[in-house]
């Protein structure tokens, strides 16, 4: 009898690990453990893809965004328009990459706009799935985005056609100077460089240089920091610190400076508002990646674009007509 119920147990835990994948840490996501303002049990499922195990994922942001104007949906983090910022991730396992977009909402989810768009190796494929200093990403807030609270989300495509989007609650800040330090590697933690793309009918221009090594501006985190303890939901927690890894194994033209503010010489940028949206794959929608064999390239990236480290090749979702972002 205890054979059998141990073997059920078993079971139902590998279940549990093959559907679990990667999730947002940073900034601390709607109803994840590690959100300071969550007062109920937290979601275990924020690592599972949409529309998994028979059970139909709202979107977006899994339906979390009715916490917005409650205690439970007040800003984790506090980012400066126009500074670099970091994301990172955490979970059951990182499916050897896949690609990613970060975005955000000002209008409460009705609309998205991307800001940066990661093509293959998101997750970071050397980094581990329980080490958010070793899948932090690097991006940076449109100096033109609006002030106030809005909704920042991390969308993920893998290569098993699976499709995942957890979102936070964060304040944008009209002001460049640096925010309050929080939870956030002080080091640029990826093996992938951004590039910009050209547009030459957009009418916003941004001045840039190649990026050197240096500290991105840090964001903060809702909650009292104490230095001797790792975050740890409640508000407690500290700024970890990750290995800076050699520059020379990233392919692209952006690389970091010492203000650790992205800046693109001679690129065109278009309005926040005129970013594109972010690409729904693999959720009934008609649109599916490539399987297996390539990670996602983006139809619609934006100008702001990650290139993986090649490993595999990259291919267009299909059909184009269903896949339009």
């Known amino acids: 009898m205890n054979y059998f119920k141990n073997t059920i147990i078993l079971l139902i835990a590998l279940a549990a690990s093959v559907h679990a994948h990667m999730r947002l840490y940073y900034p601390p996501p709607f109803a994840a453990s590690n959100n300071p303002h969550r007062t109920g049990p937290p979601d275990d499922r924020l690592d599972y893809p949409y529309n998994c195990c028979g059970r139909k994922t709202v979107y977006p942001c899994r339906g979390y965004l009715d916490l917005l104007g409650t205690d439970q949906g007040k800003p984790v983090a506090t980012w400066p328009a126009g500074s670099v910022q970091n994301f990172s991730l955490v979970g059951g396992g990182t499916h050897y990459g896949g690609s990613c977009q970060v975005g ?30 070793e899948q932090t990403f690097q991006f940076k807030v449109p100096s033109d985005m609006p002030s106030g609270d809005h909704v920042f989300a991390w969308t993920w495509v893998n290569r098993e056609q699976e499709f995942n989007m957890v979102c936070s609650s964060v304040t944008i800040s009209d002001s460049l100077e640096p925010p309050v330090p929080g939870y956030a590697s002080d080091g640029f933690c990826g093996s992938s460089s ?34 001797e303890k790792p975050f740890d939901g409640n508000g407690q927690g500290s700024t970890l610190r990750s290995p800076r890894r050699a520059l020379d194994r990233h392919r692209g033209r952006a690389r970091r400076v010492g203000t650790g503010q992205i800046t693109d010489r001679g690129i065109t940028h278009p ?48 059909p184009a007509d269903k896949c339009g972002a």
């Not at 702001?304 to 291919?315: I, K, Q, R």
């Open 194 to 227: 951004v590039t910009a793309r050209a547009d030459p009918s957009a009418n916003a221009t941004v001045s840039a240089s190649p990026v050197e090594q240096g500290t991105p501006a840090t964001p903060s985190i809702a909650g009292t920091l104490d230095a």
């Open 104 to 133: 955000f909402s000002i209008d409460k989810g009705k609309t998205w706009q991307v800001v940066s768009s990661y093509e293959g190796n998101c997750p970071h494929r050397k980094g581990g799935n329980n080490a958010p200093e």
């Open 271 to 318: 309005a926040y508002m005129a970013r594109p949206g972010f690409l729904l794959a693999n959720i009934g929608n008609g649109c599916k990646t490539p399987k297996e064999t390539a990670e996602v390239k983006y139809p619609n990236p934006g100008l702001d674009v990650v290139a993986g480290d090649g490993e595999y090749p990259l291919a267009l979702p299909e």
